[in-house]
Structures are given as C-alpha cells and as structure tokens.
C-alpha cells in the first residue's frame, strides 16, 4: 500500500500540551473547536468534567473514574452513565465486542468517531474496515481520560463517520518517577486479569517512557468456552526543552474470544436466556447437522414430487428427521463461533513551538490487523477430500449416502487491514485571536474473504473456532478494498473576555474501490466528496460560575469499502444501478445549553435538534424467492430532539454524587420505497430502532484516600428491534458496586497496595441486553438479541493506582 503524509490537525501550543501530558489529560487549548477539553484548574480529581468553556456539548470522564471500576473495564462502559450515551455488552467487561453497543442520540456505533491521542480508531464496528476496537487500541489502565461529544466532534476529529459525536481516548503520559504499577484480578467465571506497567521515570533530557502488559481469560458466563487477551503496550517521550516534544508509542493486542449465541424471543421462550452453543458435546452438534440436512432434503424432494417422498434417500442414515430433545430449530444452537483479532498500532507524535505564536503538531500513525470470524454450522457440510488442518484429505463419512466427510463445515469471514497516515496542525495564536489549519490523509488496504474449512463425523473436533484455520477448500470470495481518505480543516476562534466565538469548516473526499480476486461480488469505484462543511460556535459567560452555548455543525458521513457492508456488499449488477445515484449520510445538528459551577457542584442543561438525511439502508429489490441480493439505498431521513441533564455534586472532599438524565425522541421521516416508488416498510413516524426516549443514570462515589466504594445505577427505557416498532425489549435498571481499602501514609513498598471488590448487575437482573446483534428487520421476531451478564464479582489486589 502506498503510505502519504499530509497537513493535518492534532494539538496545539506545545506548552499546553506538555502541561496537559504531566496532568494526563487531553492536549488542548481553552475553547478551541478542533480539540476536546482539558480539565479546569481544581478539576484534575473529579470524576466528571462537564466541558466548561467549551462551546459545544463535551463531557469528560478521567482517570479517577477509570480507576474505580473493574480493571480491564472497557472506557465505553465507564462513559456510559453520561447523558445520551447508550452502551450495551453481554459481558460483565464490556469489552466482548460481537455483543457492544455505543449510540449517541439515536447514532448508532458505526456512525459516530473515535480517536485515541488523535489517532483514528475508524467507526469501532464489529469486523471493522477501518480502525479496530478501543479494547484493543490500548489497554485500559494505561487511559488518562474518554471525552464524550454527544453532539458534533471537533473540527479537527481524524473520522470520516462522525455524524452523530465522537469518542476521542487519550492515553497517560509516562511519569517523571520511576515505579512499577501492578494489579492482579479473580472473579466469576474463572476471570484471571492481570496487569504490570514499568515507568522509567526521567533518564535525563526529557527522556522517558514506559513498558506494560495486560492479561485477561474468563471463561463464559453462560454455555462453554473462553474469551482471552493479550495486550502490550509501551510509549517514550522526549522533552525538547520547552519548545516541544516527540512521542512514539508501539500498542499490541492478541484477542481471541468464543461467542455467546444470539437469540430470539422464540428462543427465549423455549430455551430461555440461558440459551447458547454447544461448544462441550460435539456429537450433539453433528446430530442436529444430520437431521437439518434430511428434513432439507426430504423437503426438496417433496415438492419436486407432487408431495410425495416415496423413493426418498436421506443423505444421512440413522439420524432421522426429529431434532433432539430440547431444539426446536437448528438454529437453537450451533456447536462454535468465535471472533480473532490481532492488531498492531503505532505511531510518533512531533509537538513543535516553533515561535511564541505559532505551533506545529504532526502525528504519523500505522495499523496493521489479521483478523477472522469463526463459525462451525451445519449450513455447509464438508465434502469428502476437503482437508484437514493436518493437511491430510477427510475421508467420506460412513453414515452419509452422498459422500459427505460432516454434516458441519468451519466457514470463516478473514480479514487483514494494512493503513498508515498523518495528522498535521498548525496553530498561529495573536492575542484573542487563534487560527488553526490542519488535516489528514489515510491510505488504507482492507482484504476480506470468505472460505470454508473441512470438519469430521466424530467424538471430537479436529478444529478450533478460536484458533487461526489453514487448508480451506473452498473460497467463496476474496476481495482488495481500497480507501484514500484526505480531510483537511480550518477553524478560528475568538475570546472577547465573556464571550467566546468560534468557527470553521472541514472538507474531505473519501474514494473507495474494490479489486474482487475471488466471486461474483463487485468491482468498482465510488466516491463521497464535500469541501465545506460547516461549524459554528459561541459561549457566553453570565458571571458567578455561568454560562450559555449555543453550536451549528454539518456533518457527513463516507462509504466503507467492504464485501459484508458498504455499497461494494452486493453484485455487479446491483452496484452499476446505485453508484453513480447513491449519496453519503449527512447531518445538521443544532444544539444549546447552560452550564454552572459553584463550589463543588456542577450542573449542564442542553437540548438539541438534528436532521439526519440520506438514510443509507440495505433491502432487496424483488421478491426473496428470485435470489436477488440487497443492495444500498437512501431510504430518507430521520428526525431527533431531546435534552440532557447532567449534575456533579462533591458533598465533601471525599464524597461525590453525579446524576444524568436524557430524553431522546428519533423517528423516521419516510417510508422505504423501492425504485419504483412501491413502499417497502411504511415506517414514517416510527422510533429509531435501539434508540431508548429516556435514559438515567446516578452514582455515589466515596474515596478518602484510604477507603473507597462506588455505587452506580442505570435505568433504560424500552428499545425496538424492528423497523415497524413491532417487538422490543423491555425496560431495565442495572446497580454495579465496588469496595476497598488502600494503603497510603505508609511509605516503602507498600505504599498505595490496596484491595477491591467489586460486583457488576448487583440485583442480578436477567435482561437483554444487545439488540440489533444481527441487524434489523421491518416486523417479527428476529434472532438478534443477547442476554445480559448476571451478578459477577471480582476481587483485585493491586499498586500503584
């Protein structure tokens, strides 16, 4: 892949960010729209910052706060008690990722932005083209804060998918001491998590870094099979005296994690959340592979005889055509499924001041991912001769009649990312004035097949759906996909003492094309393209702890280049009829609010209006029975307003209580219609799915520097699953808790040795908990839900925190 460097945004005034560095918190400039906010001064203990002084609606959660939860937490958990964030997991972590779930008022995952030190993360999806999960990114102890823009993302936000907010991760800087930081974590389910992280301190002339590692297996919750990790991550900075820094940062992570089975109420009702694969009996597997495959079989045979099945040969013998006791469907279970993931991330970071006015910040970045989707299904049997990891060739199975070697094959979605690019800015500051150009440019190769592996008719399996396969045979597709990003922007702002103003705009052309090497799927080019996109800003300060905002922002969203997703998910045919007609998402969102500080309480009021258009949606043209695939289409737009509340109060210095409420109203503007204009789904004036109207959350955290506890609740309302508001899951409130105790005064080696424990769905609440897990359908019930982790706890031993 050819790598470019390019002008582009990622800090500004190097003095800044080096006091932000030491503070561990993001590198920003007060009130500029480019880049997320730094903690006042007092400020650097909360556990919510609410964005003061910025112009938009921007919350940040810290390290105080990370700190308090389990550790290996994913952040997306720990920011999802702020107002308009809805986060969903299945596991107790919140880290599984076929299961988590992150939407900002009504923008689900894939359309929002994530950042970690400025570095693009891409949209976070699952079997993601463009970046890879936080999780992954960056081990969770080694985070210095998440700050959350429910509304519109900073000017110069590295995303080309931010329509509705972004996610912008900042990791902590090395320390000037020495030390070593370790935490060792038991609980539920055979959890082992551990972490050590090794500080060099200053070695002389700025030089610093550090070393860490993190560990986690648990074993699932429900059903069998494990989830594991490893994760590496290391960061040296070097201190130019006080004209500015360099930063390099190498992050690794090996993920390998067995999935929990998705379910339907249909499942549910007969099964029961519980409900999951059949990972631990292998010949049961192959039973119900055997009897899907005769009553597929004798099925066929019927129609093609006027009903009749006399003369009718079962392609297994002895299986029969009744599931076992206790499955209803073949989809009830499948014997395995698993996500892998290994990613490598790096980077080097020049913050340079070259005068007193102006500052330069330029951050190269590279990522390279393998990545592979497991499943073991009786939907593709494997042939005789097919072969087996060990390379030799499967015999034909001596219960099959039509020289089959399994009822079950391993069919695997494999993926490999290869991108690098640049973010470079440049900051001229003249008394109240700054001015900021920046941009970034990405070249990014994403490869994806689809391919099938041999299995047996035996006791055992001869293949591991968390294990990396070889010898396929068979390849369904391989396709090159390639995306050149180049986004560029230009922001002003202005401090006139009380009040504030701020402006710009950003552009970008994103050009995606596909290279299929393998299959009927496409070939082509697109493009999405738009040179001005406006922002526009202002704060005004009311005077005792004060102040009012009110933002403008224009965003659009670009095509991904994908075989399973994108425009480029469909055939040829299908392609050439939307290319030249298909159009890019787009946003306009309006927002306003208050916010006051007073003493230890801090309060935020915001409302807001958004007019999201060009809805891209997948459907099918033509009845299912033809066989024609789905292809992308605007579908129209969708409407939503609502308000948000958030309260901070610090009762006393170790006390704090924080509470957040939102109210969220998104609905379709328009029914689907086909080309024709034929309506599809009358789904004008429906709910958004996976979209709750009221969110609240609450909190009560005590830390005297020696006992500490935290309790948090999290009510939901009802969220649909189809597009015609037909089904949803119900309403639910979730309590986490935590304890402990820490050293501190002691001194020595023992100094800041503390223990917690911790519980997770403390009231042990069985629910749903991600919806949507298998995309959508307009009405029905749909296997696309997850159950809920029940009560977990865990105990840490750890220093250094």
Not at 327 to 352: E, H
């Amino acid at each position: 892949m050819s790598i470019s460097f390019w002008f582009a945004s990622v800090a500004p005034l190097a003095l800044i960010a080096q006091q932000a560095a030491a503070r561990d918190v993001p590198m920003a400039a007060p009130d500029v729209p480019t880049t997320e906010p730094i903690a006042a001064d007092g400020e650097g203990d909360e556990i919510v910052v609410l964005g003061f002084g910025q112009t938009r609606q921007v919350q940040t959660i810290t390290a105080a706060d990370l700190e308090r939860l389990t550790p290996g937490t994913s952040p997306l958990k720990a920011a999802a008690k702020l107002p308009g964030v809805n986060f969903q997991s299945s596991d107790a972590f919140g880290a599984y990722e076929w299961s988590t779930r992150i939407s900002l008022r009504g923008f689900n995952q894939n359309q929002l932005g994530f950042t970690l030190d400025g570095v693009p993360l891409g949209d976070m999806s699952y079997g993601n083209v463009n970046g890879l999960h936080v999780s992954r990114a960056v081990i969770s102890e080694n985070l210095a804060s998440t700050t959350v823009a429910q509304g519109a993302g900073a000017l110069g936000t590295a995303s080309t998918s931010n329509l509705g907010g972004t996610l912008a991760f900042v990791s902590r800087a090395p320390s000037d001491e020495a030390d070593l930081v370790a935490s060792g974590t038991y609980g539920s389910n055979d959890t082992i998590r551990a972490f050590a992280r090794i500080d060099s301190g200053d070695l002389g002339g700025g030089l610093k870094g550090y070393l860490s590692y993190g560990y986690l297996t648990t074993d699932k919750w429900k059903g069998f099979g494990t989830q594991r990790q490893h994760q590496a991550n290391a960061k040296l900075v070097k201190e130019i005296d006080t004209r500015g820094s360099i930063t390099a940062f190498v992050n690794f992570s090996d993920r390998r994690e067995n999935d929990y089975q998705d379910l339907s109420y249909d499942i549910i009702a007969r099964r029961g959340l519980r409900a999951d694969n059949i990972s631990n009996d292998y010949p049961l597997a192959v039973q119900i592979g055997k009897v899907y495959q005769n009553q597929v079989a004798r099925s066929g045979y019927a129609a093609a005889n006027n009903g009749s099945t006399i003369g009718f040969v079962a392609p297994w013998t002895g299986a029969g055509f009744t599931f076992p006791a206790g499955f209803g469907t073949v989809d009830d279970a499948y014997y395995d499924a698993a996500g892998l993931r290994r990613d490598w991330l790096g980077g080097f970071t020049v913050d340079a001041k070259l005068t007193n006015a102006l500052s330069l910040t330029s951050t190269s970045y590279y990522h390279h991912n393998k990545g592979q989707g497991s499943w073991i299904t009786p939907y593709s049997p494997t042939p005789a001769g097919a072969l087996g990891p060990d390379g030799v060739a499967l015999a034909a199975s001596a219960t099959s009649t039509t020289g089959l070697a399994s009822p079950l094959g391993f069919r695997t979605t494999e993926y490999g990312i290869d991108r690098a690019g640049n973010l470079t800015r440049i900051a001229l500051t003249t008394g109240p004035n700054r001015l900021e150009v920046g941009g970034w440019v990405e070249s990014n190769t994403f490869q994806q097949a689809r391919r099938f592996y041999g299995m047996n008719d035996g006791a055992t399996a001869i293949r591991s759906a968390r294990d990396f396969q070889s010898n396929a045979y068979r390849t369904q597709w391989d396709g090159k996909y390639d995306t050149a990003t180049l986004q560029y922007h230009v922001a002003d702002t202005l401090d006139l003492g009380d009040l504030t103003l701020s402006g710009g705009w950003k552009g970008m052309r994103v050009q995606n094309r596909a290279n299929l090497r393998v299959g009927t799927l496409v070939a082509g080019r697109i493009e999405a393209r738009d040179w001005f996109l406006p922002q526009a800003a202002a704060l005004y300060r009311l005077g005792g702890g004060a102040e009012v905002f009110a933002s403008y922002t224009e965003n659009m969203r670009a095509f991904v280049s994908s075989a399973t997703t994108g425009p480029f998910a469909t055939t040829q045919n299908g392609f050439d009829a939307i290319r030249s007609t298909l159009k890019p998402e787009r946003s306009t969102t309006i927002e306003g609010g208050v916010r006051l500080r007073s003493g230890g309480l801090q309060l935020s009021a915001v409302g807001y209006h958004v007019d999201f258009a060009d809805r891209l949606l997948g459907f099918a043209n033509g009845a299912g029975i033809i066989g024609n695939p789905p292809t992308l289409n605007n579908a129209g737009s969708v409407r939503s307003y609502g308000a948000e509340l958030a309260a901070s109060y610090r009762v006393m210095p170790p006390l704090t209580l924080f509470a957040s409420y939102s109210y969220n109203k998104a609905t379709y503007r328009d029914d689907v219609r086909n080309a024709a204009s034929v309506v599809l789904q009358p789904i004008a004036g429906k709910t958004v799915v996976d979209t709750p109207e009221h969110m609240a959350k609450g909190e009560i955290a005590y830390d005297d520097d020696r006992f500490f506890a935290r309790v948090g609740g999290d009510y939901m309302s009802k969220r649909f699953f189809t597009y015609l508001n037909d089904r949803s899951v119900g309403a639910r409130v979730l309590v986490d808790a935590s304890i402990g105790y820490r050293l501190s005064g002691v001194g020595g080696v023992l100094e800041g040795i503390a223990i917690e424990g911790s519980v997770t769905n403390l009231t042990d609440k069985a629910y749903v908990a991600t919806v949507g897990s298998n995309g959508y359908t307009a009405s029905g019930d749909n296997q696309t839900l997850l159950a809920g982790a029940p009560r977990q706890w865990f105990v840490t031993l750890r220093r250094g925190f």
